[in-house]
């Protein structure tokens, strides 16, 4: 059965910095795409990021790009995503999803002084 779990959120103020971990189980991770997603507040999910499975095509949402950094460890199947520079705006639930749409619980995240 694949699981997914995030980690990482919290509350931090702008322009601080917060690293997202999602662990995964129950399928062969390294074959994968995977993505961060989240859903701001009264908003609609968005795709943050994704990375390959073979990391050498990462994507980033234009809000998100310079800022933000996907990575993943095959080895220990985690998915990371370091977040830099952080805005009120990047204040959601975040979510790893697989390619078929898998999501685990997401991580808080709160940008606020």
């Known amino acids: 059965q694949v699981q997914l779990v995030e980690s990482g959120g919290g509350m931090v103020q702008p322009g601080g910095s917060l690293t997202l971990s999602c662990t995964a189980s129950?399928?062969?991770?390294?074959?994968?795409?995977m993505c961060w997603l989240r859903q701001p507040p009264r908003r609609e999910l968005e795709v943050v990021s994704c990375i390959n499975s073979d990391r050498t095509r990462l994507m980033y949402a234009d809000s998100v790009r310079g800022r933000f950094t996907i990575d993943r460890d095959d080895v220990k199947n985690f998915l990371f995503l370091q977040m830099n520079r952080l805005t009120a705006e990047d204040t959601a639930v975040y979510y790893c999803?697989?390619?078929?749409?898998?999501r685990g619980q997401g991580t808080q995240v709160i940008v606020s002084s």
């Open positions: 129950g399928y062969m991770f390294r074959n994968y795409r």
């Open positions: 999803t697989t390619p078929a749409g898998t």
